[in-house]
């Protein structure tokens, strides 16, 4: 199947600092990708909508000046947060469609990148 | 009311047993409904897919979907150890396949 590979897997900053995740299609094109957000013991939360060439859509109640979102090229997401706080800790995993029928995609997901805020 | 109900769980069996997962949802026009197996800090890997009503068997496990009562369920047969994991509903549909709505997973052990 698809790979879809997430950079870095693990960061710890300190408050007040920005962290960049990236999020890659390694074998097939993506004009769209998702991020997602997961607290211990929760399921996906959906933040973002990533959209190759315009801007990204974002869920109700994501703050789009805290998460920034760049889809820069077919193969490339990356997920910015800025002025991270401890309650950013968080999973922040990244998946990508790949289309089996019209109306179907399969999403593959990266193995996710765990932000830790001290 | 969430669009996909499923119990967190936790649950936990013997190794051998026959394990039995479920989802509820309310949107009826989903069509497209997902089993994913998620290891603790990994990504989600896609089980099954199933298109609508019926059954689907892969090996151990088997899915089944029942749009009538917009209900789905997993079994995993003769469970193993190395099915340990949180398993997460996920479905799809009309009027785009893009957004998947998830349940909150239910986390299984499976004792040796």
């Known amino acids: 199947g698809a790979v879809v590979s997430q950079h870095p897997s693990r960061v710890i900053c300190k408050s007040g600092t920005s962290v960049k995740i990236e999020c890659r299609s390694l074998d097939f094109q993506a004009t769209t990708m998702f991020w997602y957000r997961q607290f211990p013991k929760q399921s996906l939360m959906l933040m973002a909508t990533?959209?190759?060439?315009?801007?990204?859509?974002?869920e109700q109640g994501v703050e789009k000046d805290k998460f920034l979102i760049n889809h820069a090229s077919l193969t490339l997401s990356t997920l910015t947060v800025t002025s991270a706080h401890p309650e950013d800790s968080s999973f922040y995993i990244c998946?990508?469609?790949?289309?089996?029928?019209?109306?179907?995609?399969?999403?593959?997901f990266g193995p996710g990148t765990r932000l830790t805020v001290l | 009311q969430k669009e996909v109900e499923q119990d967190p769980g936790p649950l936990s069996v013997p190794e051998g047993a026959i394990v039995s997962l479920n989802c509820t949802y309310s949107n009826s026009a989903f069509q497209y409904f997902m089993w994913y197996r998620q290891y603790s800090r990994k990504g989600p890997e896609l089980l099954m897919y199933t298109y609508s009503s019926g059954n689907k068997e892969d090996g151990r496990f088997t899915a089944q979907v029942d749009k009538s009562s917009k209900y789905i369920s997993l079994f995993i047969r003769d469970s193993q150890p190395s099915d340990s994991a949180t398993y997460l509903c996920a479905m799809s549909g009309p009027p785009t396949g893009n957004q998947f709505y998830f349940g909150t997973g239910t986390s299984l052990t499976v004792i040796p």
């Open positions: 998946s990508a469609p790949f289309w089996i029928r019209t109306s179907y995609n399969e999403q593959f």
């Open positions: 990533s959209n190759e060439g315009s801007k990204a859509t974002y």
